[in-house]
């Protein structure tokens, strides 16, 4: 017996032409992440990848999953979702990398209130970039329509990548010692944490987004959608160079450097990260100054101008200086490492 219109999917707030529609517009930018390895196409019921492992005597596989959280609610008030899927994909690689990997695949979890395609495609378009930028491949991912769930304007996105290293060259902090030297790679703005603070800070700017902003030299909505930076690439070229000198790389994520410099550090060892020497952004300032924000706060939230640390011998800090401006990154010489209980401490 066929089904009345009442009894069918489309009734029920799911669209699968919008579906349909969606898959064709963002194949384009899925094939323009491919790389060697890739098997199958886009459709199958598993993304498959055949990694070439053949340089490696012992590979390691390193996961990461995590998505944009907070800063979706700014994309959706400003009707702008190309940059957040670079976010996805930053927050991901990011942390692997931390361990020496090279991310080689990434897959996207998008979960919606209403599938509308000249949207999602804005969405995957930006996993698309990010992906490209970290050099790995989007090979599928799952667009979900969830009416009665979630508002129709409204979505989440998540990812999850994989990456190898060989057993040998995992960065895993335990050669830090004391006389090292912490090097940080500059952020591009807030990245994607701490936004439930910012937007409770910023909740009387929120309904004027696109007012410019002389301070930032950018609207109020561009600076908060700023894509977080990947150093992907440039971390790769440097343990390739450096090799062992090397030790440690922090991702400064959520809980900014009092929780995550010290994970990068072994038991016995303890950073002294002397905060003048980095230059945050306006948006920084602004925030602290807003909400009346204490420093301690600030820099146990958000990045501070510091999107990555990486600890490396004393006798190489400034050789690997010199390459990170040959690669285009803005590094500085933040601090050190000396014996002490493992944790951190930050000069004012």
């Given at each position: 017996?066929?089904?009345?219109?009442?009894?069918?999917?489309?009734?029920?707030?799911?669209?699968?032409t919008?579906?349909?529609?969606?898959?064709?517009?963002?194949?384009?930018?899925?094939?323009?992440?491919?790389?060697?390895?890739?098997?199958?196409?886009?459709?199958?019921?598993?993304?498959m990848?055949?990694?070439?492992?053949?340089?490696?005597?012992?590979?390691?596989?390193?996961?990461?999953?995590?998505?944009?959280?907070?800063k979706?609610?700014?994309?959706?008030?400003?009707?702008?979702?190309?940059?957040?899927?670079?976010?996805?994909?930053?927050?991901?690689?990011?942390?692997i990398?931390?361990?020496?990997?090279?991310?080689?695949?990434?897959?996207?979890?998008?979960?919606?209130?209403?599938?509308?395609?000249?949207?999602?495609?804005?969405?995957?378009?930006?996993?698309?970039?990010?992906?490209?930028?970290?050099?790995?491949?989007?090979?599928?991912?799952?667009?979900?329509?969830?009416?009665?769930?979630?508002?129709?304007?409204?979505?989440?996105?998540?990812?999850?990548?994989?990456?190898?290293?060989?057993?040998?060259?995992?960065?895993?902090?335990?050669?830090?010692?004391?006389?090292?030297?912490?090097?940080?790679?500059?952020?591009?703005?807030?990245h994607?944490?701490?936004?439930?603070?910012?937007?409770?800070?910023?909740?009387?700017?929120?309904?004027?987004?696109?007012?410019?902003?002389?301070?930032?030299g950018?609207?109020?909505?561009?600076?908060?959608?700023?894509?977080?930076?990947?150093?992907?690439?440039?971390?790769?070229?440097?343990?390739k160079?450096?090799?062992?000198?090397?030790?440690?790389?922090?991702?400064?994520?959520?809980?900014g450097?009092?929780?995550?410099?010290?994970?990068?550090?072994?038991?016995?060892?303890?950073?002294?990260?002397?905060?003048?020497?980095?230059?945050?952004?306006?948006?920084?300032?602004?925030?602290?100054?807003?909400?009346?924000?204490?420093?301690?706060?600030?820099y146990?939230?958000?990045?501070?101008?510091?999107?990555?640390?990486?600890?490396?011998?004393?006798?190489?800090?400034?050789?690997?200086m010199?390459?990170l401006?040959?690669?285009?990154?803005?590094?500085?010489?933040?601090?050190?490492?000396e014996?002490?209980?493992?944790?951190?401490?930050?000069?004012?």
């Open positions: 017996m066929l089904a009345s219109k009442s009894d069918s999917y489309a009734a029920a707030g799911v669209d699968v919008a579906g349909y529609a969606s898959v064709e517009l963002m194949k384009p930018h899925i094939k323009s992440t491919f790389r060697p390895g890739m098997l199958g196409g886009l459709g199958g019921f598993g993304g990848f055949e990694p070439d492992l053949s340089g490696m005597k012992r590979p390691v596989a390193v996961s990461g999953t995590d998505g944009v959280g907070t979706l609610k700014i994309a959706f008030l400003m009707d702008k979702h190309d940059t957040v899927g670079i976010d996805c994909v930053a927050m991901c690689v990011n942390d990398v931390c361990a020496g990997a090279e991310p080689q695949f990434f897959l996207d979890y998008l979960a919606m209130g209403k599938n509308k395609p000249q949207r999602t495609e804005q969405i995957v378009a930006g996993v698309a970039e990010g992906c490209r930028q970290a050099g790995c491949a989007l090979i599928g991912g799952e667009t979900a329509e969830h009416p009665g769930m979630m508002p129709e304007d409204e979505y989440d996105i998540a990812g999850f990548s994989v990456g190898f290293v060989d057993y040998d060259n995992i960065m895993d902090g335990k050669a830090i010692k004391a006389g090292d030297i912490i090097i940080g790679l500059a952020s591009s703005g807030l994607s944490n701490g936004f439930s603070l910012v937007r409770k800070v910023f909740a009387e700017e929120l309904g004027n987004l696109e007012a410019y902003a002389p301070e930032l950018c609207t109020l909505g561009e600076e908060l959608l700023r894509p977080t930076r990947i150093y992907v690439k440039p971390l790769l070229d440097l343990t160079r450096f090799g062992k000198d090397i030790k440690g790389i922090s991702n400064i994520t959520g809980g450097y009092y929780e995550n410099i010290p994970r990068m550090l072994p038991q016995g060892v303890r950073a002294r990260i002397d905060v003048s020497k980095v230059q945050p952004k306006p948006i920084f300032s602004m925030l602290s100054q807003k909400g009346s924000l204490p420093k301690r706060d600030m146990n939230t958000f990045n501070m101008g510091i999107g990555l640390a990486i600890a490396v011998s004393e006798d190489k800090a400034d050789e690997v010199a390459v401006r040959e690669l285009e990154e803005m590094p500085m010489a933040i601090g050190r490492c014996n002490g209980e493992k944790g951190v401490d930050l000069l004012w």
